[in-house]
Protein backbone atom coordinates (compact mmCIF):
# COMPACT_ATOMS: atom_id res chain seq x y z
CA UNK A 1 0.00 0.00 0.00
CA UNK A 2 1.47 3.11 -0.90
CA UNK A 3 0.81 6.93 0.11
CA UNK A 4 1.67 10.08 -1.66
CA UNK A 5 3.81 12.11 0.13
CA UNK A 6 2.50 15.96 0.04
CA UNK A 7 5.63 17.90 0.54
CA UNK A 8 4.59 21.40 2.28
CA UNK A 9 7.31 23.72 0.81
CA UNK A 10 7.15 26.94 -0.75
CA UNK A 11 6.64 26.12 -4.80
CA UNK A 12 9.89 26.44 -7.01
CA UNK A 13 8.75 28.79 -9.08
CA UNK A 14 8.81 32.88 -9.47
CA UNK A 15 5.88 33.90 -11.22
CA UNK A 16 3.27 33.83 -8.61
CA UNK A 17 -0.05 35.35 -6.48
CA UNK A 18 -0.14 34.88 -3.61
CA UNK A 19 -3.53 35.59 -1.30
CA UNK A 20 -3.26 37.15 2.03
CA UNK A 21 -4.91 38.77 5.10
CA UNK A 22 -4.15 42.44 3.47
CA UNK A 23 -5.13 41.00 -0.20
CA UNK A 24 -3.42 39.43 -2.91
CA UNK A 25 0.05 40.28 -4.59
CA UNK A 26 2.37 39.40 -7.32
CA UNK A 27 5.70 39.10 -6.96
CA UNK A 28 8.42 41.28 -8.70
CA UNK A 29 9.58 38.44 -10.56
CA UNK A 30 6.39 38.54 -12.80
CA UNK A 31 6.21 41.61 -12.81
CA UNK A 32 9.20 42.79 -14.37
CA UNK A 33 9.18 39.90 -16.55
CA UNK A 34 5.91 41.52 -18.56
CA UNK A 35 6.81 44.60 -18.02
CA UNK A 36 3.89 45.61 -15.45
CA UNK A 37 5.97 48.28 -13.29
CA UNK A 38 3.63 51.01 -14.61
CA UNK A 39 0.41 49.23 -14.94
CA UNK A 40 -2.22 51.12 -12.56
CA UNK A 41 -5.36 48.85 -12.76
CA UNK A 42 -6.76 45.01 -12.19
CA UNK A 43 -9.89 43.69 -14.06
CA UNK A 44 -10.70 40.01 -12.42
CA UNK A 45 -12.36 37.27 -14.97
CA UNK A 46 -14.52 34.12 -14.51
CA UNK A 47 -13.68 30.94 -16.57
CA UNK A 48 -17.53 29.75 -17.18
CA UNK A 49 -16.07 26.30 -17.62
CA UNK A 50 -14.41 25.70 -14.79
CA UNK A 51 -14.74 28.00 -11.41
CA UNK A 52 -11.02 27.53 -10.40
CA UNK A 53 -9.61 29.41 -12.81
CA UNK A 54 -9.27 32.97 -11.71
CA UNK A 55 -8.12 35.66 -14.91
CA UNK A 56 -7.19 39.10 -14.35
CA UNK A 57 -5.54 41.49 -16.94
CA UNK A 58 -3.69 44.45 -16.37
CA UNK A 59 -4.67 48.08 -17.26
CA UNK A 60 -2.96 51.70 -17.49
CA UNK A 61 -5.60 53.46 -15.44
CA UNK A 62 -7.86 52.46 -12.88
CA UNK A 63 -11.26 54.30 -12.87
CA UNK A 64 -13.38 52.04 -15.21
CA UNK A 65 -16.73 49.87 -13.78
CA UNK A 66 -15.27 46.45 -12.03
CA UNK A 67 -11.18 47.67 -12.13
CA UNK A 68 -8.94 47.59 -8.44
CA UNK A 69 -6.15 49.99 -8.14
CA UNK A 70 -2.93 48.24 -7.71
CA UNK A 71 -0.17 49.46 -5.42
CA UNK A 72 3.39 49.64 -5.30
CA UNK A 73 5.62 49.47 -2.23
CA UNK A 74 8.09 52.06 -2.09
CA UNK A 75 11.44 50.38 -2.57
CA UNK A 76 9.60 46.54 -3.80
CA UNK A 77 9.23 45.86 -7.38
CA UNK A 78 5.92 43.34 -6.72
CA UNK A 79 2.62 44.60 -6.96
CA UNK A 80 -0.47 44.39 -4.69
CA UNK A 81 -3.88 45.13 -4.16
CA UNK A 82 -7.12 45.02 -1.85
CA UNK A 83 -9.53 42.82 -2.55
CA UNK A 84 -11.73 42.35 0.04
CA UNK A 85 -14.87 42.44 -2.36
CA UNK A 86 -13.51 39.99 -4.57
CA UNK A 87 -12.19 37.50 -1.93
CA UNK A 88 -15.32 37.48 -0.23
CA UNK A 89 -17.55 36.87 -3.66
CA UNK A 90 -15.75 34.00 -4.37
CA UNK A 91 -15.87 31.47 -1.78
CA UNK A 92 -12.64 29.33 -2.84
CA UNK A 93 -10.59 32.41 -2.31
CA UNK A 94 -11.90 33.19 0.89
CA UNK A 95 -11.43 29.67 1.93
CA UNK A 96 -8.06 30.03 0.60
CA UNK A 97 -7.48 33.53 2.65
CA UNK A 98 -7.48 31.39 5.87
CA UNK A 99 -5.37 28.52 5.17
CA UNK A 100 -2.17 29.11 7.80
CA UNK A 101 0.10 27.34 5.43
CA UNK A 102 1.74 30.17 2.79
CA UNK A 103 2.72 27.78 0.07
CA UNK A 104 -1.55 27.02 -0.25
CA UNK A 105 -1.95 30.36 -0.80
CA UNK A 106 1.03 30.96 -3.73
CA UNK A 107 -0.14 30.22 -7.17
CA UNK A 108 1.92 30.38 -10.64
CA UNK A 109 0.55 32.85 -12.80
CA UNK A 110 -0.22 31.55 -16.21
CA UNK A 111 -0.40 33.39 -19.71
CA UNK A 112 -3.46 32.12 -22.02
CA UNK A 113 -2.61 31.11 -25.19
CA UNK A 114 -5.97 32.63 -27.06
CA UNK A 115 -5.72 35.93 -25.40
CA UNK A 116 -1.85 37.42 -24.54
CA UNK A 117 -3.33 39.90 -22.45
CA UNK A 118 -5.02 37.83 -20.34
CA UNK A 119 -3.15 35.71 -17.02
CA UNK A 120 -4.82 33.31 -14.65
CA UNK A 121 -4.04 30.50 -12.02
CA UNK A 122 -5.24 27.24 -11.31
CA UNK A 123 -6.67 27.36 -7.75
CA UNK A 124 -7.36 23.95 -5.70
CA UNK A 125 -10.64 22.80 -5.18
CA UNK A 126 -10.60 22.78 -0.55
CA UNK A 127 -13.85 21.76 0.34
CA UNK A 128 -14.86 25.80 0.35
CA UNK A 129 -18.61 24.97 0.64
CA UNK A 130 -20.04 23.72 3.72
CA UNK A 131 -24.07 22.26 4.68
CA UNK A 132 -24.93 20.14 7.75
CA UNK A 133 -25.61 16.65 7.52
CA UNK A 134 -29.13 17.07 8.49
CA UNK A 135 -29.52 19.04 5.79
CA UNK A 136 -28.04 17.53 3.11
CA UNK A 137 -31.34 16.93 1.34
CA UNK A 138 -31.21 20.27 0.16
CA UNK A 139 -28.37 19.92 -1.92
CA UNK A 140 -28.91 18.73 -5.86
CA UNK A 141 -29.39 15.66 -6.75
CA UNK A 142 -26.91 16.13 -9.52
CA UNK A 143 -23.89 17.77 -7.15
CA UNK A 144 -21.45 15.76 -7.75
CA UNK A 145 -17.58 16.35 -6.57
CA UNK A 146 -14.77 15.89 -3.55
CA UNK A 147 -16.46 16.12 0.18
CA UNK A 148 -15.21 15.66 3.78
CA UNK A 149 -17.34 14.82 7.08
CA UNK A 150 -16.44 16.28 9.86
CA UNK A 151 -17.70 15.08 13.27
CA UNK A 152 -19.33 17.48 15.79
CA UNK A 153 -15.75 18.33 17.23
CA UNK A 154 -14.78 19.27 13.34
CA UNK A 155 -12.39 16.44 13.07
CA UNK A 156 -12.23 15.37 9.45
CA UNK A 157 -13.58 11.44 9.49
CA UNK A 158 -13.66 10.67 6.04
CA UNK A 159 -12.97 11.99 2.45
CA UNK A 160 -14.52 11.25 -0.65
CA UNK A 161 -15.92 12.01 -4.13
CA UNK A 162 -19.05 11.11 -6.35
CA UNK A 163 -22.69 12.05 -5.81
CA UNK A 164 -22.19 14.12 -2.31
CA UNK A 165 -26.52 13.98 -1.78
CA UNK A 166 -26.33 10.10 -2.52
CA UNK A 167 -23.56 9.12 -0.42
CA UNK A 168 -24.94 10.83 2.76
CA UNK A 169 -27.86 9.06 2.08
CA UNK A 170 -26.44 5.93 3.01
CA UNK A 171 -27.72 4.22 6.07
CA UNK A 172 -24.46 2.96 7.62
CA UNK A 173 -23.26 6.80 7.01
CA UNK A 174 -26.15 8.11 9.34
CA UNK A 175 -24.35 6.13 11.74
CA UNK A 176 -20.89 8.23 11.84
CA UNK A 177 -21.69 11.14 13.62
CA UNK A 178 -21.10 13.13 11.03
CA UNK A 179 -22.50 16.91 11.90
CA UNK A 180 -20.94 18.57 8.54
CA UNK A 181 -20.13 18.15 5.26
CA UNK A 182 -17.67 20.47 3.52
CA UNK A 183 -17.75 20.03 -0.51
CA UNK A 184 -16.44 21.42 -3.72
CA UNK A 185 -18.62 20.93 -6.90
CA UNK A 186 -16.59 18.68 -9.53
CA UNK A 187 -18.43 17.70 -12.67
CA UNK A 188 -15.34 16.10 -14.16
CA UNK A 189 -14.73 12.38 -12.89
CA UNK A 190 -10.91 12.43 -14.13
CA UNK A 191 -10.89 15.49 -11.72
CA UNK A 192 -12.43 13.81 -8.76
CA UNK A 193 -10.54 11.13 -8.49
CA UNK A 194 -7.67 13.52 -8.69
CA UNK A 195 -8.44 15.84 -5.68
CA UNK A 196 -9.65 12.52 -3.42
CA UNK A 197 -6.11 11.50 -4.07
CA UNK A 198 -4.57 14.68 -3.26
CA UNK A 199 -6.12 15.29 0.13
CA UNK A 200 -6.32 12.10 1.63
CA UNK A 201 -2.57 11.86 0.85
CA UNK A 202 -2.08 15.47 2.32
CA UNK A 203 -4.32 14.40 5.22
CA UNK A 204 -2.19 11.11 6.03
CA UNK A 205 0.97 13.33 5.23
CA UNK A 206 -0.06 15.91 8.46
CA UNK A 207 -1.66 13.42 10.53
CA UNK A 208 0.40 9.81 9.31
CA UNK A 209 -2.93 7.75 9.17
CA UNK A 210 -6.10 8.26 6.77
CA UNK A 211 -9.79 9.71 8.26
CA UNK A 212 -11.11 7.08 10.66
CA UNK A 213 -13.66 5.99 7.91
CA UNK A 214 -11.58 5.97 5.05
CA UNK A 215 -9.81 3.19 7.10
CA UNK A 216 -12.88 1.16 8.21
CA UNK A 217 -14.19 1.44 4.50
CA UNK A 218 -11.09 0.83 2.84
CA UNK A 219 -9.76 1.68 -0.17
CA UNK A 220 -12.71 0.37 -2.68
CA UNK A 221 -13.79 3.06 -4.82
CA UNK A 222 -16.92 2.12 -5.34
CA UNK A 223 -17.51 3.29 -1.37
CA UNK A 224 -16.86 6.81 -2.16
Not at 84 to 101: A, F, G, R, W, Y
Amino acid sequence: MWNKIILEKMPSMSSTLTISKSGISFSSKFIKSNELEYKAGIEFFEDIDNEYTLGFRFLDETGKPGTLALIMKKGAAGKSLKATELINKKKVLSKIQKDPLKENRMFEIKKSKEDKTMFYIDLAPIFENSISFSGVGNLSDDATGIYRYLDENNNVIYIGKGRIKNRAKSPERGEWGVGTIEYSIINDDDMMYDWEEYHIARFVNQNGRKPVFNIIMGNKKSND
